[in-house]
T-cell receptor, first 112, second 114 residues
Framework: EAQVTQNPRYLITVTGKKLTVTCSQN?????MSWYRQDPGLGLRQIYY???????DKGDVPEGYKVSRKEKRNFPLILESPSPNQTSLYFC???????????FGPGTRLTVL | DQQVKQNSPSLSVQEGRISILNCDYT??????FLWYKKYPAEGPTFLIS?????DKNEDGRFTVFLNKSAKHLSLHIVPSQPGDSAVYFC?????????????FGKGTLLTVNP
């Protein structure tokens, strides 16, 4: 089954404790992206990757890092999480950058 | 500056009637538009798209209309069903941009009443 998986689905952590949210897709897609969804703000892009070892900032990259060492994986790293990063995070992938994107189920992160 | 706007946070429709969800954009470089549907506790799922070379695209009960001069698009759902109740996001992208990304609106919550 073609899918985008994210782990963990739910995470409660404390300020400053480094965390990684994993994202994996099995569709051999070149393009992957991370979004956050906040009430009243819709979906905003954090980072995207056009291919292995090619990443770039989206609209709200501050406080986040990403890496793309393999085509299928695109982890999101929060080196020092802060409460304003409490949000619902979605990973997405597509065969081309502006084609329809397939989204993962989401990771709800709470930073205390 | 919000480049994709969905001015109606919510819409309520009776089952069997037409649902019309609206979206406006400001960036004239956008040339590809998509609608996504999102249920609670799930990721958005692609619904339908339209290229700027067309003014209409139809897929079953779903039709998207694009008015480039007005920078406006709309999603029509006919007939509406209770299972259509979800948040609908409009998204836009530019194939010629350096950052190939989707810019999303804030979403419209559609409720279809039985």
């Amino acid at each position: 089954e073609a899918q985008v998986t994210q782990n963990p689905r739910y995470l409660i952590t404390v300020t400053g404790k480094k965390l990684t949210v994993t994202c994996s897709q099995n569709m051999n897609h070149e393009y992957m992206s991370w979004y956050r969804q906040d009430p009243g703000l819709g979906l905003r892009q954090i980072y995207y990757s056009m291919n292995v070892e090619v990443t770039d900032k989206g609209d709200v990259p501050e406080g986040y890092k990403v890496s793309r060492k393999e085509k299928r994986n695109f982890p999101l790293i929060l080196e020092s999480p802060s409460p304003n990063q409490t949000s619902l995070y979605f990973c997405a992938s597509s065969s081309a950058a502006y084609n329809e994107q397939f989204f993962g189920p989401g990771t709800r992160l709470t930073v205390l | 500056d919000q480049q994709v706007k969905q001015n109606s946070p919510s819409l309520s429709v009776q089952e069997g009637r037409i649902s019309i969800l609206n979206c406006d954009y400001t960036n004239s470089m956008f040339d590809y538009f998509l609608w996504y549907k999102k249920y609670p506790a799930e990721g958005p799922t692609f619904l339908i798209s339209i290229s700027s070379i067309k003014d209409k695209n139809e897929d079953g009960r779903f039709t998207v209309f694009l008015n480039k001069s007005a920078k406006h698009l709309s999603l029509h759902i006919v007939p509406s069903q209770p299972g259509d109740s979800a948040v609908y996001f409009c998204a836009a992208s530019s194939s010629g941009g350096s950052n190939y990304k989707l810019t999303f609106g804030k979403g419209t919550l559609l409720t279809v009443n039985p």
